[in-house]
């Protein structure tokens, strides 16, 4: 089976989600688009101002929609191993 999607699919479900997304949900995914570089719950949080239980969900949620993705794995500034993110690329 061909999981493929068709970019037109693609635009097509995103100019119906997300005037959808939530305040909170576009506000994250906003700090994605303007870095447009890998980036940690925490650095998100830092960036926003806000506590990182209310970036958190907002980034798994983002995940889960296919807005953001995986990109690498960053040492924090704690030295412990932080998950980053990305946002997905229009192909």
């Known amino acids: 089976m ?3 999607v068709q970019q037109t699919s693609l635009d097509a479900y995103r100019k119906l989600v997300i005037p959808t ?3 909170s949900q576009k506000e994250v995914l906003k700090v994605f688009e ?3 570089r890998a980036l940690t719950n925490k650095e ?3 960036f926003m101002g806000k506590p990182i239980n209310c970036v958190t969900p907002r980034v798994l949620e983002l995940r889960n929609m296919g807005y953001l993705r995986y990109a690498c794995l ?4 704690t030295g412990k191993n932080e998950l980053g993110w990305i ?3 229009k192909k």
């Open 74 to 77: 960053k040492v924090g500034s």
């Open 2 to 4: 061909n999981n493929t």
């Open 21 to 23: 997304l939530s305040d």
């Open 34 to 36: 303007t870095e447009f």
């Open 87 to 89: 946002i997905t690329p």
């Open 44 to 46: 998100v949080s830092e």
